[in-house]
């Protein structure tokens, strides 16, 4: 049994065994995104499933369990109900998705920047890191997208296991971003959630996007089914709202690399 298997298996997932002919094709570059909160992921969901429908390994590592993300109109108090209903919308996100089942760390949300998580957090990603053995790792950028206090540390600390250039580093790690010219176009429809899109989301000028990633209109599709599993945070308005936001006029997800190999200079100027 391999390490992988063997951390699947603790999780609770399940994979099919790979018959003969398909363990003989060369595996395609794996890709993990590790986001704060069950729905995170949807701000790249169509890549997400773009990339799972080409037969890459997709996985999705979610950090906190979303026990205080309370809300008016599901009516769920904070606590052990709201964890097991965020969950279980995860899993619908990410089966609608096409990718694998999610990697639950459960840390609790709202307590990512207390000092005595920081390390365990830390570990948690390395962990991350040799069990998936992903080639490359999406999360978000140091802005957070609307600038959530869990989104800025998750991006912190996985930029922070990745740089440490361990045997287990991915190639390569991504910033999910927003493009400042695309944000102009959006149309509030009037939602909570899409007045947070158009007054609050964090953007980057065109020229610190090095990625600009096409989807098509089934990847989309996938991605509006997996935005709409997260009832208890989204209302009907707020899932309009954010799906038109992901689809963009440029059917396009937006990234940034955060690390680029370049020669060492001697000065600042040079």
């Not at 957090?121 to 950028?141: C, R, Y």
């Not at 396009?252 to 040079?270: A, D």
């Amino acid at each position: 049994m391999n390490k992988l298997t063997q951390f699947a298996i603790s999780l609770g997932l399940a994979f099919t065994a790979l018959s003969p002919a398909m363990a003989s094709e060369p595996a395609k570059p794996s890709i993990l995104a590790i986001f704060a909160h069950p729905d995170d992921e949807v701000t790249v969901g169509p890549l997400l499933a773009r990339y799972a429908r080409e037969g890459h390994d997709v996985y999705l590592a979610v950090v906190t369990d979303g026990q205080h993300g309370v809300t008016e109109h599901a009516g769920i108090a904070a606590g052990e109900a709201l964890k097991q209903t965020r969950l279980a919308e995860t899993q619908c996100a990410t089966k609608a998705l096409g990718i694998n089942p999610p990697i639950m760390l459960e840390f609790v949300d709202g307590s990512l920047a207390q000092w005595q998580n920081l390390q365990p957090l830390d570990s948690s990603i390395a962990k991350l890191f040799e069990q998936v053995k992903p080639n490359v790792v999406i999360t978000w950028g140091p802005e957070g997208g609307y600038g959530h206090p869990d989104h800025r540390m998750v991006s912190n600390l996985v930029a922070q296991v990745y740089q440490k250039a361990t045997e287990h580093s991915p190639d390569t790690l991504y910033f999910a971003a927003a493009s400042e010219l695309e944000l102009h176009k959006y149309q509030d429809n009037g939602s909570g959630f899409g007045q947070l899109i158009q007054h609050n989301w964090h953007t980057s000028e065109d020229k610190w996007l090095t990625h600009k990633v096409a989807f098509t209109k089934a990847d989309m599709q996938r991605a509006a089914k997996a935005i709409a599993c997260h009832q208890s945070q989204f209302t009907p308005a707020d899932i309009q709202a954010i799906s038109r936001f992901v689809d963009g006029p440029s059917k396009q997800v937006y990234l940034r690399q955060s690390h680029i190999e370049v020669p060492q200079k001697q000065g600042l100027f040079e």
